[in-house]
C-alpha cells in the first residue's frame, strides 16, 4: 500500500480545468475516517462534463474525479466498517468537492457508504452507478405521487438511451408500467425494447417549443433532457401525473408555463442523488434489487479501462455512449 497508484485528476491548466492522470500515494489522500480500494466506477454524464472540461464540476482543484465508487474497506477508523466490508458511495460532492473514484485507493467519510446490496456483485452495483440509482429514485417518486398506478396510460423516459434512461425503462417494465422511450437514436430501438420499451417517439418532438397544454399523452415521465423537452413533457403529461425530472443532457433551462400545474395539477418533483438522504438511497437500492433484471443490466453495462476516461467522457457529453460504462480502476 506504500507503492503509487494512478488517479485521473482535474487540475488547473491556465486557469482551465484539465484532466489528467497522476501518481498518487495514500499520505497524499485525505484524513477521512475509511480507507477503500476502489474495484470499479463508473462514467456517468457529469463525470463526462467533469473529465472533458465541458463543464466546470470540479470547485477545487487538483480534484480528482469519479462520483461512483465500489471496493473493499482496507482500514476504518470507524466503528460502522471494517477491514473487508465490500462497500458503494454514490455523490456527496465527490469530483466536486471531495475527492472521488478515478483513483486505486480513497479515503471517505463513514457515513457515504452503504454496504454493497446483497442482491448485487461489485461490478453490478457499478453497472448500476449514480445513473441506475437516480433511475430507482425518480421511479420511486412517480409511485409516491401515485397517478402511474392507474396504467391508463404510458410512462415517459426521455434520454431513454442513456445510463438513467435505460435503467429507468427496465425497471418501469419490470413493474409492469407501458414505457415509451424518447430517443435521437432510431438505432436503438431494438435494445430498448429488450429493456421493456414499448412504445417510441422521436426526441426531435418534444425539441421545438410546444403548446402550454397539449394532449395528455403520459401518465408520468422521468425526464433526463430538461429544456423545452421538459416543458413539453409537462404540456403532454395527463391529469394529476408528475414528471421526476433529473437531469439538463438538453439544457439547464425550463421554458415552461404554469398551465399543467394549475389546470392539471400536474407535479414537477425534483430529483437530486448528489445529497439525497440514506433513507432514500437505501430504498432506491431496494428497488433496483428487487425489480432490477440482471440479463437487462448485463445488457445495459460494459466495462473500459480507466486509461480510456478521457475519450469515454467526450462520448458521453456527445450523447453517442448507450447504456452505462464500468470503468475498471486498476
Ligand atoms: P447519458 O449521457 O448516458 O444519457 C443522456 C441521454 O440524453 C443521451 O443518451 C441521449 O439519449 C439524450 N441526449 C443527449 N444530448 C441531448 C440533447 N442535446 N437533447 C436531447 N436529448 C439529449 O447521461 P446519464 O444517463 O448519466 O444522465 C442523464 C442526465 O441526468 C444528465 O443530464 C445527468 O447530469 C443527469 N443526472 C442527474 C442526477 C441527479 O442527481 N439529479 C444523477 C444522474 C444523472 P438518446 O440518444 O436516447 O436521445
Redesign the pocket.
Known amino acids: 500500500m506504500t507503492d503509487p497508484f494512478r488517479a485521473l485528476m482535474i487540475v488547473d491548466q491556465d486557469g482551465k480545468p484539465k484532466a489528467e492522470f497522476r501518481e498518487l500515494t495514500i499520505a497524499d489522500l485525505p484524513d477521512y475516517d475509511v480507507l477503500v480500494e476502489i474495484a470499479y466506477s463508473t462514467l456517468?454524464?457529469?463525470d463526462g462534463l467533469a473529465v472533458s472540461g465541458k463543464g466546470r464540476i470540479a470547485r477545487r482543484l487538483p480534484m480528482v474525479a469519479g462520483i461512483d465508487m465500489a471496493g473493499t474497506v482496507v482500514e476504518s477508523r470507524s466503528p460502522d466498517w471494517k477491514p473487508g466490508d465490500k462497500v458503494v458511495a454514490n455523490g456527496w460532492g465527490m469530483s466536486e468537492t471531495e475527492w472521488g473514484a478515478y483513483s486505486l485507493y480513497q479515503r471517505v467519510k463513514p457515513e457515504w457508504l452503504i454496504r454493497l446490496p446483497e442482491a448485487f456483485d461489485i461490478k453490478a452495483t457499478m453497472a448500476i452507478g449514480?445513473?441506475g440509482y437516480?433511475a430507482a429514485l425518480c421511479v420511486d417518486a412517480l409511485e409516491d405521487w401515485g397517478r402511474i398506478a392507474a396504467k391508463d396510460l404510458p410512462v415517459l423516459v426521455t434520454?431513454?438511451?442513456?445510463?438513467?434512461?435505460s435503467t429507468a425503462i427496465s425497471l418501469l417494465s419490470a413493474k409492469g408500467y407501458e414505457v415509451t422511450a424518447s430517443?435521437?437514436?432510431p438505432d436503438?430501438h431494438d435494445y430498448l425494447k429488450s429493456l421493456g420499451a414499448s412504445g417510441f417517439i422521436d426526441?426531435s418532438s418534444l425539441?421545438e417549443k410546444g403548446k402550454p397544454l397539449d394532449k395528455e399523452r403520459f401518465a408520468g415521465a422521468v425526464d433526463?433532457?430538461g429544456s423545452t423537452?421538459l416543458a413539453n413533457v409537462l404540456a403532454q403529461t395527463a391529469y394529476g401525473g408528475a414528471v421526476a425530472a433529473?437531469?439538463?443532457?438538453?439544457g439547464m433551462d425550463l421554458p415552461a408555463t404554469v398551465a399543467p400545474h394549475i389546470l392539471r395539477g400536474v407535479a414537477l418533483i425534483g430529483?437530486?442523488?448528489?445529497m439525497a438522504p440514506l433513507a432514500k438511497r437505501e430504498r432506491a437500492w431496494k428497488t433496483l434489487a428487487d425489480h432490477l433484471d440482471k440479463a437487462h443490466l448485463d445488457r445495459i453495462a460494459r466495462v473500459e479501462p480507466l486509461s480510456d476516461l478521457p475519450k469515454l467522457a467526450e462520448e458521453?457529453v456527445a450523447?453517442r455512449?448507450r447504456g452505462r460504462v464500468v470503468i475498471d480502476v486498476k
Open positions: 456517468n454524464y457529469k449514480t445513473a437516480t434520454g431513454a438511451a442513456g445510463g438513467v434512461g430517443t435521437g437514436r436503438t426526441r425539441t433526463t433532457v423537452t433529473c437531469g439538463l443532457a438538453g430529483i437530486d442523488s448528489v458521453i450523447g455512449i
